[in-house]
T-cell receptor
């Protein structure tokens, strides 16, 4: 158990809908990262927060947004969903931001858009 | 920019065979290097890491040495087991970039 909790584990929704994925980082970790894993594109970095502030943004679509709350949990919001958004979404956390520490990953949320 | 290149898979080996998975990197600064493993249906787990040149990371019989001169961090194991079957990801993190960059992953299948 990595200590990173993601909910829900599975999500099936229709095109055009909006969903929210939730992540609770390891106790004490201030950094949260979101990644998208699809079969043909590997692990793609979406966005990173450190202690509530956005620090880095990757290939995140405008239809997607995220935030980190004062209790350090994070949510990833996906809207106007398309079939191509079907993927595994991982959250990871680390103690620091960009230093020599490893990231710990949650089990992921498998999103299926039908 | 920063990037990681891994050897293409899948890699299929017999039990007790020697394993090498190649990983090379490009980085603008001095990266920390990681190997993660993903078992079917699970998230990524840290396997080992190295934070400076010539460091050797090791765990569960796996080893990788941070080679700055060849910008490489190859993963090795002397004798693989069926339970090592998984996808292995090489990754780097550069101070100040606030993210981890992953290779495309290498699927390993070990046959009994």
């Amino acid at each position: 158990d990595s200590g990173v909790t993601q909910t829900p584990k599975h999500l099936i929704t229709a095109t055009g809908q909006r969903v929210t994925l939730r992540c609770s980082p390891r106790s004490g970790d201030l950094s949260v990262y979101w990644y998208q894993q699809s079969l043909d594109q590997g692990l793609q970095f979406l966005i990173q927060y450190y202690n509530g502030e956005e620090r880095a943004k990757g290939n995140i679509l405008e239809r997607f947004s995220a935030q980190q709350f004062p209790d350090l949990h994070s949510e990833l919001n996906l809207s106007s969903l398309e079939l191509g958004d079907s993927a595994l979404y991982f959250c990871a956390s680390s103690a620091h931001s960009g230093l020599n520490t490893e990231a710990f990953f949650g089990q992921g949320t498998r999103l299926t858009v039908v | 920019g920063n990037s990681v290149t891994q050897m293409e898979g899948p890699v299929t080996l017999s039990e007790e065979a020697f394993l090498t998975i190649n990983c090379t990197y490009t980085a603008t600064g001095y990266p920390s290097l990681f190997w993660y493993v993903q078992y079917p249906g699970e998230g990524l787990q840290l396997l080992l890491k190295a934070t400076k040149a010539d460091d050797k990371g090791s765990n569960k019989g796996f080893e990788a040495t941070y080679r700055k001169e060849t910008t490489s961090f190859h993963l090795e194991k002397g004798s693989v087991q069926v339970s090592d079957s998984a996808v292995y990801f090489c990754a780097l993190s550069v101070k100040g970039t606030y993210k981890y960059i992953f290779g495309t992953g290498t699927r390993l299948k070990v046959l009994a």
